[in-house]
């Protein structure tokens, strides 16, 4: 269902400030949301603060120049947001996310709000956080509905809009592949690329800025690949020494568990990290029904059916036989 955006427009008339805030450990839509919305307030002439829980990871600096998301903290501390500040703002606006935990320290800050609360966002209802929602569950990006919102408000749609809302629905959308990608979708694409997004530029500040170091980590991943139960599973590793020898970081090993599925007949891939000697961070993904969350559960880890993990208690030997044996003896 299409969201009906005139109660949030008259919301925005109607008020002169606004905070906005996001989940932790923040990604493209969350802040790429929180940025544009920013902008398309600011174009109406609204006061506005973006709060975090924490900062905008390094890979994704790029989307905010200018240093506009603050975090919150005491006084005194470079460009932190005091709670104080925040009391005298009308309106909170949360975007990305609608669960108390992945708020952070910013939780709280919600919780004892005193203005009018509103949530846009594309998750599954999970906590009743006292705010007005504006949700569509099948929406590929809050970036898009940053944008509706943005139109139906009456604003110009910048470039500076238009380049954090493309880089929001492209991550979020794995580059548009994933099944949440819907006509709707490339419309809106077309209409921010109309705006002055920049998809090559975009592309490239996201994936095209590693480190050598890590060129060479990727190099032992692959070097490590085993394929199992028929090539039905496929694991690697990164012990220490290739951390020591690379000079690449424990970040470093992000994404390379996908590079496993993209081999013809892979179900399940495996990514064992040894982040101490008896300590070894296991990730998970399935491309089929296989469940991994199943898997990350028998040694206290979590996550989704298709991707999961968790911290093994032990070394990088003996996670690689309890783990690899539990996939195997679940693929039977
Ligand atoms: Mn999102």
């Known amino acids: 269902m299409a969201i009906d955006w005139q109660p949030l427009c008259e919301i925005i008339k109607s008020h002169e400030s606004f905070v906005l805030t996001s989940h932790c450990r923040a990604d493209c ?3 790429g949301s929180e ?5 398309i307030l600011q174009s109406l002439g609204k006061t506005v603060v973006i709060s975090n829980g924490d900062p905008v990871p390094e890979h994704i600096r790029f989307i905010d120049p200018e240093n506009q998301v603050r975090v919150l903290g005491q006084s005194g501390q470079d460009g932190a947001v005091e709670p104080k500040e925040l009391w005298k703002i009308d309106v ?10 992945q708020l952070g320290p910013m939780a709280e800050v919600v919780k004892a709000f005193p203005g009018e609360r509103v949530i846009v966002d594309h998750h599954v209802s999970q906590d009743d956080m006292g705010a007005i929602e504006f949700k569509e569950e099948t929406a590929e ?23 954090p809302l493309f880089a929001a629905i492209a991550t979020d959308t794995g580059w548009f592949r994933f099944s ?10 077309a209409r921010l690329v109309a705006a002055g997004a920049d998809p090559p530029g975009i592309f490239s500040a996201l994936y095209e800025q590693h480190s050598l170091a890590r060129l060479y980590l990727r190099g032992r991943i692959l070097d490590h690949v085993v ?12 012990t220490q020494q290739d951390f020591r020898e690379t000079g690449a970081k424990t970040t470093d ?26 300590v070894t961070k296991v990730s998970l993904r399935s491309r089929t029904a296989f469940n991994v969350q199943a898997i990350a559960a028998q040694f206290g880890g979590g996550g989704h059916k298709a991707a999961s993990g968790g911290t093994f208690a032990g070394t990088l030997e003996e996670a690689q036989v ?3 044996g539990a996939v195997r003896a679940a693929l039977g």
């Open 253 to 278: 090993t992000e994404d390379a568990i996908n590079t496993l599925h993209t081999v013809a007949g892979s179900e399940v891939a495996v990514l064992f990290v040894e982040l101490e000697p008896e």
């Open 141 to 163: 990006a809050t970036g898009r509905l940053i944008l509706e919102l943005g139109e139906a408000l009456g604003v110009t749609i910048t470039p500076e809009i238009a380049m």
């Open 35 to 39: 940025l544009a919305l920013a902008q």
């Open 322 to 324: 309890a783990v690899l």
């Open 227 to 238: 394929s199992d139960a028929d090539g039905r599973m496929l694991s690697t590793h990164v």
């Open 92 to 101: 909170l606006i949360i975007v990305d996310t609608s669960a108390w935990v």
């Open 180 to 189: 949440s990608v819907k006509e709707e979708t490339f419309l809106a694409l």
């Open 29 to 31: 839509d969350a802040v």
